[in-house]
């Protein structure tokens, strides 16, 4: 998108500052081992990794919380945690960037969900995951709608799905209705089980295979894709509906209207987080003034920013200017 220039997008990210949106989703923890492989194990034909380096770092919604933190905005992070020692973890690592933590909600029957991802010579070679999928109580979903309340300073929200269980149809038909009392756009990043059940939110961020699943049907073409949009936005009565391509970029739709985004990585290590960033990066330049194209080229860019890092990572506004900057 061309229209896109340095002194827009700079006043866009000079314009989200200080400003309030709301994450509510699966909040989790990434946790990686890094390490080398020199040698197969003679257990089994896998690589043997000679541990070097833990990481930890925040994801699902958590990860969205810290991109836009990164952009200058103030989330309010909304989610479930187990009472472990994972969820100690996610506390400290919000703590370290001065985010806070009210709106995480204890249930002591779930763990706080983690990814452990075991890495060798910088190369992904298994996931862990330790997780519950049941949907939350209806304790949960009440004390969720009570913060919502109380916070009459959010601007914005993020839907953040990954079928952890925290959205639930019930708490997303309530939340949806809350904010469309007070005028309030809403955003989301769905998963295939709760795919349907955001009815009225402002703008739908699918990927290419959530879509075509939901949807049953290929979306290899750009006919089949413009369908989908518009089926998309007909049955969830959305504003927008951006599907995002990988390496082929976005597809926004709006208004009977079709923009096709090429993506700008110009090198990709890993795809991880990179919807997070999507969906933080758009939340926050709509509230800024940005058009919803404004807004998807802008998050582009900053998907391209952060699949050249390994692991997930967030964007910050300092990368994202740069990026706007080289072209």
């Not at 089980?193 to 075509?212: H, M, Q, S």
């Not at 699943?213 to 969830?236: D, S, Y």
């Not at 709006?254 to 919807?275: L, N």
């Amino acid at each position: 998108m061309d229209s896109l220039t340095v002194e827009r997008a700079q006043q866009l990210l000079e314009g989200c500052r200080g400003r309030r949106i709301a994450v509510v989703g699966d909040v989790m923890v990434d946790r990686y081992f890094w390490g080398s492989v020199r040698r197969i194990s003679p257990e089994a034909p896998v690589p043997i990794v000679d541990f070097e380096e833990e990481q930890c770092r925040l994801g699902g919604a958590a990860n969205v919380a810290h991109n836009l933190a990164m952009l200058g905005v103030r989330p309010l992070l909304i989610g479930v945690v187990g009472q472990d020692a994972a969820a100690e973890i996610l506390f400290e690592l919000l703590h370290q960037l001065g985010l806070e933590t009210t709106g995480l909600l204890p249930d002591p029957k779930r763990p706080t969900t983690e990814k452990i991802r075991i890495l060798g010579n910088r190369q992904h070679l298994l996931r862990l995951d330790r997780e519950v999928r049941t949907p939350v109580n209806s304790t949960i979903t009440t004390q969720v709608l009570k913060l919502l309340e109380a916070a009459e300073d959010v601007e914005a929200l993020i839907f953040q799905d990954y079928n952890k269980g925290m959205l639930t149809p019930e708490l997303i038909a309530k939340v949806i209705e809350l904010m469309r009392r007070r005028g309030v756009p809403v955003f989301v990043d769905p998963k295939e089980e709760n795919f349907f059940a955001y009815r009225g939110a402002t703008l739908f961020k699918p990927n290419r295979r959530e879509a075509a699943a939901a949807l049953r049907q290929p979306l290899r073409t750009r006919e089949q894709l413009v369908a989908a949009a518009r089926q998309l936005q007909q049955e969830l009565a959305c504003q927008a509906v951006l599907i995002t391509l990988g390496e082929e970029g976005m597809l926004l739709w709006e208004s009977e209207w079709a923009t096709f985004i090429p993506t700008r990585a110009h090198h990709v290590a890993d795809v991880s987080g990179a919807g997070d960033t999507v969906i933080a990066t758009v939340a926050a330049a709509v509230i800024a003034g940005a058009t919803l194209l404004e807004a998807a080229a802008l998050a582009n860019i900053a998907a391209g920013v952060v699949c050249a890092e390994p692991g997930v990572v967030p964007i910050t506004s300092q990368a994202l200017l740069e990026a706007v900057v080289r072209g």
